[in-house]
């Protein structure tokens, strides 16, 4: 399973750390940060079942940052038609 994170973690340093916490409280998860994106994005993938989001964002805020859970978003083809 692979769940998407909107954050506002802004630094190299500040992703590594949490990676370092998350790798350490969460075993098996692979996480990662696009903080490139708009949304400066945490990707967590896990093999083993379920992702436990509610403890990722309480962790997340416990370190003083925020995160929530981005929203999947279905592209209807044919909306995107034009007449």
């Known amino acids: 399973m692979v ?7 802004e630094s190299n340093d500040q992703a590594h750390l949490l990676i370092e916490q998350i790798n350490r409280i ?6 990662s940060f696009d903080l490139e994106d708009c949304d400066r994005i945490l990707r967590i ?14 962790l997340l805020h416990d370190f003083g940052f925020y995160a929530e859970i981005l ?3 279905i592209i209807n083809p044919e909306s995107m038609m034009y007449s």
């Open 26 to 31: 969460f075993t098996g998860y692979q996480a």
């Open 3 to 9: 769940e998407i994170f909107k954050t506002n973690v």
């Open 45 to 58: 993938s896990f093999t083993e079942g379920m992702v436990q989001s509610e403890c990722l964002i309480r």
């Open 71 to 73: 929203a999947d978003e």
